[in-house]
């Protein structure tokens, strides 16, 4: 089955700087790549997504890319603000419908 | 169009009680996903339906666990005889016919055997 790897499992940044999220995966018929944002408590929501047929894709301060020669994708987030603090989940998912999620990565972005 | 319901949204059970979580997807969403979150953890597949049919439950306990999703009425994870183990935050999430790839996740029932 899928195996999805993310790293750094915590990140602090200053407030402004930028901060990337990698993941790495092991079945090359994923072909869907998203990422959740989970505040305490709160469920996962989708903030990016990337299909395999792209390279890159942004949207306002938060980017996505995937390289699948090597089968990792990463999220970058510049202009980092406080509110950005949370816990950032990489996902792969195929056709079969099910999605693997790495085990997260708890963003403190300090004021 | 109301996002996914998940009710209870918190549920205290001793151990050896039976657990019934529900779940109701998005409007106009056929597919459901089950995962269970423990504390400080990631999320961790448990089942994949479809209306009446299960797809995959290669992630469900072979034991205790049980889902469904009727024609009718939200979709079911049942645990029997919990145990302090199964404390964990449990969320679903549904997709919509056609376009399985987004799924936009519940608020979760957080799960307490005492």
């Known amino acids: 089955g899928e195996n999805v790897e993310q790293h750094p499992s915590t990140l602090s940044v200053q407030e402004g700087d930028s901060a990337v999220i990698k993941c790495t995966y092991s079945?090359?018929?994923?072909?869907?790549f998203p990422w959740y944002k989970q505040e305490l408590g709160k469920r996962p929501q989708l903030i990016i997504d990337?299909?395999?047929?792209?390279g890159e894709k942004k949207d306002q301060r938060i980017a996505v890319t995937l390289n699948k020669t090597a089968k990792h994708f990463s999220l970058h987030i510049t202009e980092t603000q406080p509110e950005d603090s949370a816990v950032y989940f990489c996902?792969?998912?195929?056709?079969?419908?099910?999605?693997?999620f790495g085990d997260g990565t708890t963003l403190t972005v300090k004021p | 169009n109301a996002g996914v319901m998940q009710n209870p949204r918190h549920l205290v059970r001793r151990r050896g009680q039976e657990a019934r979580l529900r779940c109701s997807p998005m409007?106009?969403?056929?597919?459901v996903y089950w995962y269970r979150q423990l504390p400080e953890e990631g999320l961790k597949f448990m089942v994949y339906?479809?209306?009446?049919?299960?797809?995959?439950e290669s992630g469900m306990p072979k034991e205790r666990f049980s889902a469904e999703f009727p024609k009718e009425g939200p979709s079911i994870l049942r645990i029997q005889q919990v145990v302090r183990g199964d404390s964990a935050a449990y969320f679903c999430?549904?997709?919509?016919?056609?376009?399985?790839?987004?799924?936009?996740f519940g608020p979760g029932t957080r799960l307490t055997v005492t």
């Open positions: 999430a549904s997709s919509p016919v056609g376009l399985a790839y987004e799924q936009y």
């Open positions: 079945d090359s018929a994923s072909n869907y």
């Open positions: 990337i299909r395999s047929n792209v």
């Open positions: 996902a792969a998912k195929g056709d079969a419908g099910k999605s693997t």
């Open positions: 409007k106009g969403h056929s597919h």
């Open positions: 339906l479809q209306k009446e049919n299960i797809i995959d």
